[in-house]
């Protein structure tokens, strides 16, 4: 029988956005930035439906306010691989990472809901999920590991997939130690796009020319990242994905040919539209900021996100 947890149980997690991708690094390399949502959760007795959502921030009014927002799909799920249920649940949200920009707002949400688990459980003396489990879990809502990993881990990954002798897929990914020179600009549109329908621009196949150029790319990529940040406009090229979106997200790609025209190594931020300039630089030249194809984006810098922390007995805010 699942041991059902007892009411009054507190618990809270902050989980990091994230960028995928960083130009050839397709579903594989990921980073973490410093912009973090924030989740509540009480086991609680909740008459009717047995939950009770509240989300301030980003998506208020928008996301729906029911089982299948995605942090409470997120705790289900936890909760069924620890072997246990609860009474009911009241979940708050507070968030700052923008939704459909790129920023793995999605996988965030997951994390965030299966993190928040390990919380819970451990008043209990009850063991949690890994970071093993929680990449593997929240992967599989998202059929790739980029973002997930970095919302896990924090800093920089590489992650990858595998398919075993049973048919699963397992998903993997291990942390990079990241150049302490490089500075991470985010620069956010108010326009937002879909995963799934800028995944469609791409094509089924591509040329061993394009797929060799990528390979290079993004090992080179790992170099830049961890010792040779010189190195960042090379390693940061990319054929695979971010011209077919370009079309897609006209001002997107004007920006990124900006950034690469003064040097600056900008990537699509996961499927976009949101991009990112890494630079050893302190800040980003007044030309590229004031220049027209800039004005569409809110260009901040931002530190890089910590790997997804929970606690146990919180106050939960009203």
Not at 97 to 103: A, M, N, S
Not at 153 to 176: D, M, N
Not at 268 to 284: F, N
Request: overall charge negative; charged content about 15%.
């Amino acid at each position: 029988m699942v041991e059902v947890l007892p009411t009054g149980l507190t618990a809270s997690v902050a989980v990091a956005a994230s960028s995928a991708n960083l130009g050839p690094g397709f579903d594989s390399l990921g980073l973490a930035l410093g912009l973090y949502d924030e989740v509540f959760v009480e086991t609680a007795e909740v008459p009717g439906s047995g939950l009770v959502i509240q989300v301030e921030g980003e998506g208020a009014g928008q996301v729906p306010l029911t089982p299948d927002h995605l942090v409470v799909q997120g705790i289900r799920r936890g909760l069924r691989e620890v072997g246990v249920d609860v009474p009911g649940l009241v979940v708050r949200c507070r968030n700052a990472i923008p939704h459909q920009r790129g920023l793995g707002s999605s996988a965030s949400a997951v994390v965030a809901g299966l993190a928040v688990v390990n919380g819970l459980v451990a008043q209990l003396d009850r063991p949690g999920l890994s970071e093993a489990q929680l990449v593997q879990l929240a992967s599989e809502f998202e059929g790739h590991p980029d973002n997930a990993a970095a919302a896990v881990l924090g800093g920089a990954v590489v992650s990858w997939t595998e398919s075993t002798t049973g048919g699963e897929t397992r998903y993997s990914a291990v942390p990079l130690r990241l150049h302490p020179d490089i500075h991470l600009f985010p620069a956010i549109p108010d326009v937002r796009s879909s995963t799934a329908e800028t995944r469609m621009l791409l094509p089924e196949q591509v040329s061993h020319r394009d797929a060799r150029f990528n390979v290079s790319r993004a090992a080179l990529l790992v170099v830049a990242l961890t010792e040779r940040p010189d190195l960042l406009t090379t390693a940061t090229e990319d054929l695979l994905h971010q011209p077919q979106r370009a079309a897609a997200q006209p001002e997107s790609a004007q920006f990124l040919q900006l950034l690469r025209q003064h040097g600056i190594a900008g990537v699509l931020s996961g499927a976009g539209p949101a991009v990112i300039a890494l630079t050893t630089a302190a800040e980003l030249p007044a030309e590229v900021l004031d220049a027209p194809a800039a004005r569409a984006f809110n260009v901040t810098e931002l530190r890089v996100g910590d790997g997804v922390r929970w606690n146990s007995g919180v106050v939960v805010p009203g």
